[in-house]
């Protein structure tokens, strides 16, 4: 059974940084894209990045410059390096990866990691 864990969230100042990480796990033929989401709250969920297996990536206009998505295609592990945090970036952020597995392929989210940016 596939699982996506995501883990690195948590508290930080305005301006600060924090790194997130995403590793999915289970039987794995390939995992082809790869991003991060975030739902603050009262607000639907939002797309921060994207990644493809050959790591070509995609940013939402308010995250370029400030966060950085990468991926170990070894470790089967993504990466979402935050910087210059802001207030407005509190959210759960979701990890997300369209997965080959022996079931078959389609979409997968992870349980999401709750960051909290005070002013």
């Known amino acids: 059974q596939v699982q996506l864990v995501e883990s690195g969230g948590g508290l930080v100042q305005a301006g600060g940084s924090l790194r997130l990480s995403c590793t999915a796990s289970?039987?794995?033929?390939?995992?082809?894209?790869m991003g991060w989401y975030r739902q603050a709250p009262g607000k639907q969920r939002e797309l921060v990045a994207t990644?493809?297996?050959?790591?070509?990536?995609n940013y939402a206009d308010s995250m370029k410059g400030r966060f950085t998505i990468s991926r170990d295609n070894a470790k089967n592990t993504m990466y979402l390096q935050m910087n210059s945090l802001k207030p407005e970036d509190t959210g759960v952020y979701y990890c997300?990866?369209?997965?080959?597995?022996?079931?078959?392929?389609?979409?997968?989210w992870g349980q999401g990691t709750q960051v909290t940016v005070s002013s």
């Open positions: 990644i493809t297996s050959g790591g070509i990536t």
């Open positions: 997300n990866a369209y997965i080959n597995a022996p079931t078959g392929t389609r979409d997968y």
């Open positions: 289970g039987s794995i033929f390939s995992i082809r894209a």
